[in-house]
């Protein structure tokens, strides 16, 4: 860990950035506290931090999950002897000494900032996962508030909204694809990934475009001082991270590369399934001087099928592909202006597309596409006034190309569908903010407040609004607090899906004339109690969401096929509340966390369900987690997970109705359906485990076996419905299940 620059006033102001010493790698998030006079803060998401303390106080304590804490005490001396720029004063590094910190879980205990879930990287490196293939997505899934969709997919419901209301952005830039193989798993490479935030509510002004969660997630810089490298090898998958210096101390690369192959071992088992996913994430980073620093970052992930009938059989003439992808781009400049003020410029860029094609007979083809293409660019700057007082505005513009519906046909099928090249739609989003951090000398009050002006502008409309947010700390001792907080959000793009076609290719679609924007109001209200003897955080909360221009279609409409499916979209209100509970030890040989949930959440449309409330697809009554990790010995290490969730909702059909026909020639059967929604599946449970063998590890090599199995009791989720007959005649829903047990082996290693 190293700083940058130091200065004294009439106070001792220490700024800097807090870097791994191996590394150089930006710590981000790390505490930084005064012991004398309880006064800290932490580093921002670039590593970097101020903090002004009295001068007969002036020592403070490094501390950051996994690293030992380092106390540095200051004293006042004589400007020559040292190599650093001070103001007004000098001071002069005396003792460095090693103590034990603040954990941590107690730095988010004592931060303003509620319904925000800090996830380490080894969470996702040891917990189970299914394949052994470690994922992003899977742990935050058994965050208490976060709801899953279908069994094994990337899909996440949190507080009660929709999937499309999450933002995803990785090094800054957003993602609106999340998932390979249909979401089995998500598109994140672990070695590739240094830091992960969750933010349920009390969103900071500094964000916005989504109304029920914010995922950021940041990218490794490469090392700085060292070449090095990390990867696995897997029964589905194998990955390769590469890092080093560009040159020593002042530049670095990181590039990361993950591989299935699915297709060859169907190959080599003598089936045929021409299917594979890869990514890549690379990243440049390079020190200008001490005060500029220059990251180029980038992701690139494809899912590709292409079937070939010719391969398997002779003369045969249909051909189907399909490809699903992201490709992001973020070039960022941080400066540090001076020991109070830090400034991040960043350029982005995002594309998102999928492309079905499928060929009959060389005469009938058909060929459908979406994409969507973001052009974007944003500038923070955060000023710490004293330690008291810190302020952060910032403004941003980003340019959505979207492309919803790409139709080409050709021969027989031009009967049936069209060929369309659709509309492409721009919009412009653009907002301004402001956030102000401030605590009282003295009080055991802190207030986080902050305000965002956003707009969008689509053809010949424009949407502007005002998105307040506001957090409130209260100390009721030193390891017990209350929080609470409430925060406005709108979103200026919706997904809207298929009701014939169950397909990951739903149409992003932004406002227009008659399609408004969604808008959130949050409140939540939150108790932390910090256990200092085993470094645990117990936390509950209550939350209330209200959303209102949330999206459907019509009954029995077809986007798919439709141009002008805008027609076919309905719009309406949403509400979600529940309580949260949350215990979490991030250290020691034993680490983990237990979450529960109880959450509602209900849809009101006027066209739908006879414009009566109706529950939500994915209103799950009581969701329960429990995650361990246990060292055993220096060689061993056991993981696991037991999760257990109510079932998602679906609409019986319970009876028929008979009429005649039309011609009168015959009867037609009617289905007859209840309330929307009304009928919850079947709950579920699941218990997975993991074994970790390290072998011995040498300076240059480290390698870890891991033994796993998904679902050890193998009691498969329900994953849909389906209407079948009875033996007298009637008719009865089953429920099959998906994704038996699944043993797993893996070999992790780092050189």
Known sequence: MSFLKFSLFSQLTISGIVTDQESGEKLLFASVYNEKSGIGTVTNQYGFFSLTVPLDTAAITLNYLGYIPKTIIFHRGNIADLNLTLSKASTEVKTVTIKVSRTPQEEIHKSTQM????????DV?????????????????????????????????????????????????????????????????????????????????SYGGRLSSIVDIRMNDGNINEFHGKGGLGLLSSRL???????????????????????????????????????????????????????????????????????????ALFNFGFTLGNITGTVRWNQVVNDRLFANYSLIHTNFDYNINSEYDNLNELYISSAINDYGGKADWEFHKNQNHTFKYGLMSIFHQFRPNIVNSQGEVTEYVESDKGE????????????????????????????????????DKNYLGLEPRFSTKYDINSNSNLKFSYSLMRQYMHLVSSSTVALPTDLWYPVTNSVKPQTSHQVAAGYSYFLQKIKTQLSIESYYKFMQNLTEYREGANLLFNAEFE?????????????????????????????????????????????????????????????????????????????????????????????PSASLTGI????????????????????????????????????????????????????????????????????????????????????
């Open 668 to 751: 037609d059967w009617i289905p007859v359906y209840p309330q929307r929604n009304s009928i919850s599946m079947s709950s579920s449970h699941r218990l997975d485990f993991n074994f970790i063998w390290q072998s011995k590890e040498t300076n240059k090599f480290k390698g870890e076996w891991h033994f796993g199995a998904y679902n050890v009791y193998n009691r498969a989720t329900p994953w849909r419905i389906e209407l079948d007959e009875n033996d007298d005649g009637g008719y009865k829903y089953i429920q099959p299940g998906l994704l038996g047990f699944i043993p797993s082996i893996s070999y992790n290693f780092e050189f």
């Open 241 to 315: 991270m590469l890092e080093g210096p560009v040159k020593k101390n002042k530049g670095s690369f990181m590039i990361a590369g993950r591989r299935t192959y699915i297709d060859q071992i169907f190959k080599w088992v003598g089936s045929f399934l021409p299917y594979y996913f890869y990514d890549i994430n690379a990243k440049f980073n390079y020190k200008i001087n001490n005060n500029n620093h220059l990251y180029i970052s980038s992701y690139i992930g494809n899912d590709l099928l292409s079937f070939d009938q010719s391969a398997v059989e002779e003369n």
């Open 115 to 122: 319904s925000t879930i800090k996830i380490p990287i080894k």
């Open 567 to 659: 027609n076919e979209l309905l719009q309406g209100n949403g509400e979600g509340y529940g309580l949260e509970f949350l215990a979490k030890r991030d250290q020691g040989r034993w680490n983990g966390w237990v979450g529960y949930t109880l959450s509602w959440s209900q849809r009101l449309f006027d066209e739908l369900n006879n414009g009566l409330p109706y529950w939500a697809k994915y209103d799950r009554r009581h969701s329960f987690s429990i995650v361990q990790n246990f060292k055993i010995t220096t060689s061993w290490r056991f993981s696991s997970v037991w999760v257990f969730s109510n079932g998602s909702r679906f609409t019986p059909q319970i009876a028929l109705y008979a009429m």
């Open 424 to 459: 492409t739609l721009g919009t412009l989003e653009s907002g301004v903010y402001f956030q102000n951090r401030y605590r009282p000398d003295s009080s055991k009050w802190e207030f986080r407040s902050g305000i965002r002006l956003s707009a969008a502008n689509v053809k």
């Open 125 to 205: 490196k040891y917990i189970p996962s299914l394949g052994g293939e470690s994922d992003v997505i899977k742990v935050i899934q058994l965050m208490p508030g976060v709801q899953k969709g279908g069994e094994g997919g990337t899909g996440m419901y949190v507080r009660g909204g929709d999937v499309d209301q999450n933002l995803v952005i990785l090094d800054e830039a957003p993602l609106y694809n999340i998932g390979h193989l249909f979401g089995f798993f998500s598109v994140f490479n672990q070695d590739a990934i240094k830091d992960i935030t969750l933010y349920k509510g009390a969103f900071p002004s």
